[in-house]
Structures are given as C-alpha cells and as structure tokens.
Nanobody, 119 residues
Framework: QVQLVESGGGLVQPGGSLRLSCAAS????????MGWYRQAPGKQREFIAV???????NYADSAKGRFTISRDAAKNAVYLQMNSLKPEDTAVYYC?????????????WGQGAQVTVSS
C-alpha cells in the first residue's frame, strides 16, 4: 500500500521560508520520481516541482529560483524548501508519485500540508 505523508506546513510571513517533507512507503523509493503540487482555494491543483529517480529536477515558473526539491533515499523522503514566500504561495501542498500497473499508471497523493503566507 502506497502512502505519502506530508509535514512541515504552517503560517509564515511574506519573505519567510518553510520546508515541507514527504515520507513515502509502499514503493521502492529509489525507482520513483517524486513531485510537489499545490491547490489554492477556488483553483485547480497545479504542478510545482518534480525530482526524478536520478535526481534531475524540474520546476514550475512560479517556483524557479525560490523553491528547491530534494530527496533522501535513505529516509524514503522528498523535501520542498520554499524561500522568499509570497501570499500567492498560500495553498495546500501535496506530495505525488505514480506507479505503472500493467499498462496503466496509478497516481498517489499525500493528504496535503497547509501553507499560509500572511502578515
């Protein structure tokens, strides 16, 4: 059973930093790309960042230069370091991975971590 558990959300002032963590279980972690998405109230869930099994990264334009995704295979964990936070970064942040099952791909999501950027 695949489980993704996020932690590290909270309230931060504009310009501040937060680090989100996601602990993964039920997968062979080193084989999986891991990603972060977010969903703000009234908006669709959007891609933020992804890190491949080989460590390559890709970011949404909104995250480039401010956010850093990383992974620790020893801990089966992926992280999102968020700096220079803005009020528009306020959202629920979700950890994501997927797995091939036969010819289909199954998506897995964590329960979400609330990030609120406000003075």
């Amino acid at each position: 059973q695949v489980q993704l558990v996020e932690s590290g959300g909270g309230l931060v002032q504009p310009g501040g930093s937060l680090r989100l963590s996601c602990a993964a279980s039920g997968i062979i972690f080193r084989f999986h790309a891991m990603g972060w998405y977010r969903q703000a109230p009234g908006k669709q869930r959007e891609f933020i960042a992804v890190i491949t099994s080989g460590g390559s990264t890709n970011y949404a334009d909104s995250a480039k230069g401010r956010f850093t995704i990383s992974r620790d295979a020893a801990k089966n964990a992926v992280y999102l370091q968020m700096n220079s936070l803005k009020p528009e970064d306020t959202a629920v942040y979700y950890c994501h991975t997927d797995r091939s099952v036969g010819t289909a791909t199954m998506d897995y999501w964590g329960q979400g971590a609330q990030v609120t950027v406000s003075s």
